[in-house]
């Protein structure tokens, strides 16, 4: 049985007020709040056990390696890795795919070679390919995104070709809420002879996930999104292609002997975690993940479908208010704008009652722009809000509206 | 909503509703574009000069309130003035919205003064007056 209210008792911030009302945090999406089981394993980690890892071998030390090592088994066991040998600890999902674009693009991405990404990419998806097409000749193709907000499958079909040598996806939109059909793209690529990366930022926290199932070469997330700390993510990579490419940083940890003149490098995945590493951060991202497991990915997917649901309807009732985005098959976020209330003066008067929403561009430019908006308002969910919570965010919307209106009057 | 009103006062929200200089210039002196990257939102300024004077100012773009509401009062505010008494209008209004200076009394500007209180919001009002200082910069280049 779900129980919400419980779940909220773990969240000790969402205790707090703001602006004398209770706090109403709809901005999931860009990062979301720990459970005391995550900020307890943090302060225990400091108060007991903190040391550098792999190094020494005193009692700390061991106690923080294997605490280490021991939550990359879990986060690879959560996100169905085939291995977590191919599990590489990163800061988040973007240096994640910075070290795909450096390691494994500049040494194989060649002039007439094309990498395949969708309109709807983050920026971290995005620029990273900018940088490695500039130093490589490599061309960046993009699949467009229908009216509805979701992939046009007719032309990935056709965009996905001999020339492909990467399709590097969103699994989820952080600004439709999209579900991007990840296995059929990764299908796609692997006839067409190309690898696939999955940028799970927004799907990790959100949807089951099994990186066995998806077929794809690469997958990113971000520990933060998933009730962990920040400064903290994954990526992991099939192991083959891992011990091929060069490694991303040098220093300590990565190396296996140095010399003057050269080193050779350490085994997976420690040839990509150089220098001390985010041990605190890393620790805490298993404690989320194993309260991720407890609540089950299936009955979290099931609470933020019927709480996205619920908000879009209740959205869609308001007056000239415009929704982006499919209206099924999305996650649990709603992106919307008023007419005569820009998103940033919307936030603003949310966050006088109390509401955090986003508003901006979502670090999406290029498909703000395939929207023909410069900003939209942002409301994402995660498995601690309420059905009470959506109906606050829509009297208050309504509220905004008025206080507005009343100036045009 | 009452931090609001401090926020969202009358003034604001006419100089948003009903803009003063709003649109184009052909043949414009200065035309400069720019990019809030926090937010989006953009501004182009333009402004035409009778010698040393501003003959004619004028802007464009989308945005908040704010921005719409800032770049509206400051069309106003160098409308006539010299490229010096524009560049010192502009360094004298980003240090009011630092803090450094007192916001003039009777004036709409001083309406901007709650913005303060808002860190993430303060580049929303200076946006207009950057895109006017980066547009006399390059003028002088020229």
């Not at chain 1, 040391?51 to 996100?79: C, I, K």
């Not at chain 1, 940890?253 to 605190?280: C, Q």
């Not at chain 2, 709003?22 to 300024?45: F, K, M, S, W, Y």
Request: glycine letters at 8%.
């Amino acid at each position: 049985m779900y129980d919400v209210e419980e779940i909220r008792h773990d969240f000790p911030i969402l205790e707090r007020e703001v602006n004398g009302k209770p706090l109403v945090y709809l901005d999931n999406a860009a990062t979301s709040q720990n459970p005391r089981q995550v900020i307890q394993t943090l302060t225990d980690y400091y108060e007991r056990h903190n040391a550098n890892v792999h190094r020494g071998v005193h009692r700390l030390a061991e106690e923080a390696t294997v605490a280490y090592e021991d939550s990359r088994e879990r986060v690879a066991r959560f996100l169905g890795a085939p291995d977590s040998r191919g599990l590489i600890c990163t800061r988040g999902t973007t240096e994640s795919i910075n070290l795909v674009a450096h390691a494994w693009g500049r040494k194989n991405l060649r002039e007439g070679d094309e990498v395949v990404l969708t309109e709807a990419e983050h920026h971290s998806n995005l620029v990273p390919w900018q940088l490695a097409a500039r130093e490589t000749g490599a061309r960046l193709r993009f699949m467009p995104i229908l009216d509805d907000g979701t992939l046009d499958m007719e032309e990935a079909e056709r965009l996905i070709g001999p020339r492909t040598k990467l399709v590097s996806v969103i699994h989820a939109s952080n600004v439709l809420g999209t579900i991007n059909p990840v296995e059929r793209l990764a299908e796609l690529g692997r006839s067409a002879g190309a690898l696939m990366l999955v940028d799970g930022a927004q799907s990790g926290p959100h949807l089951p996930v099994d990186i066995k199932a998806l077929g794809c070469d690469f997958f990113a997330c971000s520990g933060h999104k998933m009730l962990g700390p920040t400064g903290v993510g994954v990526l992991w990579g099939k192991p083959e292609l891992l011990e091929q490419m060069d490694p991303f940083l040098g220093g300590g940890e990565m190396i296996r002997e140095v010399h003057l003149d050269h080193s050779t490098w350490n085994d997976l995945p420690y040839k990509f975690e150089a220098g001390t590493m985010n041990i605190a951060q890393a620790i805490g991202f298993g404690a989320a993940v194993d309260y991720l497991d407890e609540l089950g990915m299936e009955n979290i997917r099931e609470h933020e479908k019927q709480l996205g649901a619920y908000a879009y309807r209740r959205l869609s009732k308001i007056e000239n208010l415009v929704l982006y985005g499919p209206d099924e098959d999305r996650t649990g976020l709603v992106s919307f704008s008023l007419p005569d209330v820009h998103p940033h003066d919307l936030s603003q008067l949310m966050d006088e009652e109390g509401i955090a929403i986003r508003s901006g561009h979502h670090c999406c430019q290029p498909l703000m722009r395939r929207l023909g908006v410069a900003a939209t308002a942002r409301a994402s969910f995660y498995l601690y809000n309420t059905e009470e919570e959506v109906d606050a965010l829509v009297e208050a919307l309504v509220r905004a509206r008025e206080f507005f209106g009343a100036f045009v009057r | 909503m009452s931090m609001m009103r401090e926020l969202y006062t009358q003034v604001i929200m006419d100089h948003y509703q009903r803009p003063r200089n709003r649109g184009e210039l052909e043949n414009a002196d200065i035309e400069e574009h720019l990019l809030n990257p926090l937010c989006g939102d953009e501004v182009t300024v333009y402004a035409a000069f009778d010698g040393d004077r501003v003959a004619d100012v004028k802007f464009g773009g989308r945005g908040c309130s704010i921005s719409q509401a800032s770049a509206s009062m400051m069309t106003e505010r160098l409308m006539g003035k010299s490229r010096e008494e524009a560049e010192k209008e502009i360094s004298g209004f980003k240090a009011m919205m630092v803090g450094e200076k007192e916001f003039p009394e009777m004036d709409d500007l001083a309406a901007l003064k709650g913005v303060i209180q808002y860190p993430s919001r303060i580049k929303c009002a200076t946006l207009a007056w950057t895109a006017f200082r980066q547009g006399l910069q390059i003028e002088s280049r020229e």
